[in-house]
């Protein structure tokens, strides 16, 4: 099936349900058992589809949501938690003890680089990072207690592509486990398992939710890696509540509409803004003159609606006045909703590998509002930009 009938397909069981479209919402702590055996058997199968045993471990509502997300980026069982943090740190904590290893991408999402640095610092788990262009010189990198290899494609803030294929290689040749944070492309544009992935987390908080409504997390592995990773979610039993998961679920059922209209309004902005003489360069893969257009026309099936602009040496309250003003771009953290945002960004304090340069920064997420409208708000930006010097 293709991804378009899996989005609107996968998870759903109306003879089950009496008919209705979608499935209900299952509120729960307590799941009841009738007798002994069975209250027996659900414990020794709980991790299987269909099997409940207490509501911090799911529900039908959360298998729905699940099996979409594994259909969706073509993972063998997926499972929801909290958060997207919540998911990157359940996933690297399913492979990492005291003495091991972990190699990040250097323009990994910045929490999950401090939880790296922070968290798994404090009980002996140390972390280096990797430019995000190096491809299979990561091997240089390897040592024999490196457990897991951290990537986001195309980064956090500054948009580098990465050859997932060429890294997970040398990964695997190691035998350490690839975990991408996918929640760029949405499950939808890059399919992670095919390129080598072993884990695949979204920050479903994004694309999946749509809506700016809801905070959630999505994981999906392999067949080999499931037991692991479900029993690292269980151990750090932070769930994703049932509302919150149907309304992810609804969300998922518009992710290619929605997603075709980001990524045409993005861009037509960053078109429009690469010929401008305020902007300095503009970071986006689906640009042909961007640095990693060439893998990502290999490896992506598209681009979602986020991306980068590096503006001319302006000063700071110079930035502050172009992004201050604007009528229909919000500034706020997150992105994937249906609204415009803007931002500022700084990501120099995050690079470690290799040091960042380029300022100011600001980054784009394109709504879907009616992009002339967008492209009228921008350019009225560009003048306070200007007129402030
Ligand atoms: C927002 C985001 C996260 C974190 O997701 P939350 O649901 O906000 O915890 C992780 N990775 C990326 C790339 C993100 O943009």
């Known amino acids: 099936m293709k991804r378009d009938t899996i989005i609107t397909t996968a998870g759903r069981e109306p003879d089950k349900n009496h008919g209705f479209v979608n499935p209900?919402?299952?509120?729960?702590?307590?799941?009841?058992?009738?007798?002994?055996?069975?209250l027996e058997w659900s414990r020794g199968h709980r991790w299987e589809?269909?099997?409940?045993?207490?509501?911090?471990?799911?529900?039908?509502?959360?298998?729905?949501?699940?099996e979409a997300m594994a259909a969706l980026e073509g993972g063998w069982r997926g499972m929801c938690v909290g958060s997207g943090l919540g998911a990157i740190q359940a996933a690297i904590l399913a492979f990492v003890a005291a003495g091991d290893h972990v190699l990040m991408v250097d323009s990994a999402y910045g929490p999950a680089r401090r939880f790296c640095d922070a968290f798994l610092g404090r009980f002996g788990v140390e972390t280096t990072y990797f430019d995000p262009r190096l491809g299979a010189g990561v091997a240089d990198l390897m040592r024999e207690t490196t457990k897991v290899v951290f990537v986001e494609s195309p980064g956090s803030l500054t948009f580098e592509i990465m050859d997932i294929p060429a890294v997970a290689a040398v990964a695997h040749d190691a035998g350490a486990a690839v975990i991408m944070d996918n929640t760029w492309s949405g499950g939808y544009f890059f399919q992670p398992f095919a390129h080598?992935?072993?884990?695949?987390?979204?920050a479903a908080t994004k694309y999946i939710v749509g809506h700016s409504d809801v905070m959630i997390g999505t994981i999906?592995?392999?067949?080999?890696?499931?037991?692991?990773?479900?029993?690292?979610?269980?151990?750090q039993a932070a769930p994703s509540g049932p509302d919150d998961v149907y309304l992810a679920l609804r969300g998922l059922r518009t992710l290619a509409v929605r997603l075709g209209r980001h990524q045409e309004t993005a861009l037509t902005l960053a078109q429009w803004l690469r010929d401008r003489p305020e902007v300095r360069r503009i970071m986006h893969p689906g640009l042909p003159e961007d640095p990693g257009h060439?893998?990502?026309?290999?490896?992506?099936?598209?681009?979602?609606?986020?991306?980068?602009?590096?503006?001319?040496?302006?000063?700071?309250?110079?930035?502050?006045?172009?992004?201050?003003?604007?009528?229909?771009?919000s500034m706020g953290a997150s992105w994937g909703g249906?609204?415009?945002?803007?931002?500022?960004?700084?990501?120099?304090?995050?690079?470690?590998?290799?040091?960042?340069?380029?300022?100011?920064?600001i980054r784009i997420h394109a709504g879907l509002e009616d992009p002339?409208?967008?492209?009228?708000?921008?350019?009225?930006?560009?003048?306070?930009l200007t007129a402030h010097g």
Do not use: C
């Not at 409940?52 to 529900?59: E, K």
């Not at 999906?220 to 151990?235: G, I, K, L, M, N």
């Open 49 to 66: 589809p269909g099997v409940y045993t207490y509501g911090r471990h799911g529900s039908p509502t959360h298998a729905a949501l699940e």
């Open 196 to 202: 080598g992935v072993d884990v695949s987390v979204q």
């Open 294 to 329: 060439e893998i990502w026309r290999r490896d992506f099936s598209g681009s979602s609606g986020l991306f980068g602009v590096v503006l001319q040496d302006y000063s700071k309250p110079a930035v502050a006045a172009m992004l201050d003003g604007m009528k229909l771009f």
């Open 338 to 361: 249906y609204e415009s945002l803007i931002l500022p960004t700084d990501p120099a304090p995050m690079r470690t590998a290799k040091a960042w340069n380029e300022a100011p920064t």
């Open 24 to 38: 209900p919402v299952y509120h729960a702590s307590t799941i009841l058992h009738e007798t002994v055996a069975d």
């Open 220 to 235: 999906t592995t392999t067949e080999e890696h499931w037991r692991r990773v479900r029993q690292s979610v269980a151990d």
């Open 372 to 384: 002339d409208d967008l492209l009228e708000d921008l350019e009225r930006g560009l003048e306070r």
